[in-house]
C-alpha cells in the first residue's frame, strides 16, 4: 500500500500505460481520477477500469475531455477535488504518434501532435500544480515521456520534440515546484507493446530490430511502467526530483 489514501490523476487512462498505471495506483491504495479523449470506444473501456478499480474498494472517477484543450486540466483537477477530495498525485500520460515522414508532414498532424502531448500538457500540470501548492502537502508530478526525448525517429519528427519538450518541462517545474514540495519528475518508457505502435509494429522486420536492441529480448508491456510510476508518485521516492526515469529494458544504452 505505497499510495495508501492518494489522490491521483491519470491522463489518457482508457487503455496502454495510463491504464496499468492507474489500476496499480488503485491497487496500492490510490483513488483514481481516470482521463480519457471521451470517444465512443474510450467509453467502454473505462467503464471497465472504473468497475475493477471499485472491486478493489477504491473511488475512480472518469473525466472524458481533449488532452489537447487547455481547459481540460482545470476540468480533471475539478472532478478530481469534489470527488476524490483532492489532488497528491498527477501523471501526464495521454499522447499520439501518428507515425509520418517529415518532408509531407500535414501540418494538422503536426500541430495535433504538439496540442495533444505538450501544449494541453502544460495547462495540465499547472493547474494540478495550483492545487497541490493551495492543498499545502506537496505532491508528486510525473510526465510520460519517453526514449525518444532522447533519440530520435525519421517518421516521428513532431512527435520526438514533444517528448523532449515534456522532460524540460518536468525539470523546470522541478525547480519552480519545489519550494511547494511538489516534485516533478519524467519517465521514459522505451518500446512498450501498446495501440499506439501497433501499426508500426506489424512489420515484422521493424519488430525484430526493436527486440533484438533491447538487451532484456522483448518489447515492454504496459505493466513495465506501473512500478516505476507508483515510486515516483509515492513517499518513498521523497527526494526525488528532476528526475527522468528509462523504462526500457536496455535499449537507450545499447549502442555497441
Ligand atoms: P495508447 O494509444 O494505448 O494510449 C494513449 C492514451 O492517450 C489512450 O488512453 C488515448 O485515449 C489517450 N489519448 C489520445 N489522444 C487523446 C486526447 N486528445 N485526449 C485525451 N486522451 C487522449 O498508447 P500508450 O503507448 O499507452 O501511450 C501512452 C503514453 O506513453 C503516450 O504519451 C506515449 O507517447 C507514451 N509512450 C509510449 C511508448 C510506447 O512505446 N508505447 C513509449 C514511450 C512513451
Ligand atoms: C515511443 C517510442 C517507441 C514508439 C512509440 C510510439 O516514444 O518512440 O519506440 O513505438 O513512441
Redesign the pocket.
Known amino acids: 500500500m505505497l499510495l495508501k489514501d492518494k489522490r491521483v490523476i491519470v491522463?489518457?487512462?482508457?487503455?496502454?500505460?495510463?491504464?496499468a498505471i492507474a489500476l496499480e495506483c488503485a491497487r496500492q491504495g490510490a483513488d483514481v481520477v481516470i482521463?480519457?479523449?471521451?470517444?465512443e470506444s474510450?467509453r467502454a473501456q473505462v467503464q471497465a477500469l472504473v468497475d475493477e478499480i471499485e472491486s478493489l474498494g477504491r473511488r475512480a472517477v472518469e473525466v472524458g475531455?481533449?488532452?489537447?484543450d487547455p481547459d481540460t486540466g482545470d476540468k480533471l483537477v475539478e472532478a478530481a477535488v469534489e470527488r476524490i477530495g483532492g489532488v497528491d498525485v498527477f501523471v501526464n500520460?495521454?499522447?499520439?504518434?501518428p507515425f509520418h515522414s517529415f518532408l509531407d508532414m500535414p501540418r494538422e498532424i503536426y500541430y495535433r501532435t504538439v496540442d495533444?502531448?505538450l501544449n494541453g500538457a502544460y495547462f495540465a500540470v499547472q493547474a494540478a500544480a495550483r492545487r497541490m501548492k493551495e492543498q499545502g502537502s506537496g505532491g508528486s508530478i510525473i510526465a510520460?515521456?519517453?526514449?525518444?526525448a532522447l533519440v530520435g525517429g525519421g517518421m516521428q519528427t513532431h512527435?520526438t520534440p514533444t517528448?523532449a519538450g515534456l522532460l524540460s518541462l518536468m525539470q523546470s517545474c522541478a525547480i519552480a515546484l519545489g519550494p511547494y514540495g511538489i516534485r516533478c519528475n519524467a519517465l521514459?518508457?522505451?518500446?512498450?507493446?501498446?495501440?499506439?505502435?501497433q501499426e508500426d509494429l506489424a512489420d515484422e522486420e521493424k519488430r525484430a530490430r526493436m527486440i533484438g536492441r533491447t538487451p532484456l529480448g522483448r518489447l515492454?508491456r504496459?505493466e513495465d511502467l506501473a512500478g516505476p510510476a507508483v515510486f515516483l508518485a509515492s513517499d518513498m521516492a521523497g527526494y526525488v526530483t528532476g528526475a527522468a526515469l528509462l523504462v526500457d529494458g536496455g535499449l537507450f544504452v545499447n549502442l555497441q
Request: net charge positive; with cysteine.
Open positions: 491522463t489518457g487512462a482508457s487503455r496502454g500505460i495510463g491504464r482521463g480519457h479523449s471521451g470517444s474510450s475531455a481533449d488532452a489537447a500520460n495521454a499522447g499520439i504518434c495533444t502531448n510520460v515521456s519517453s526514449i525518444s512527435y517528448k521514459l518508457p522505451g518500446t512498450i507493446a501498446t495501440d499506439i505502435n515492454g504496459p
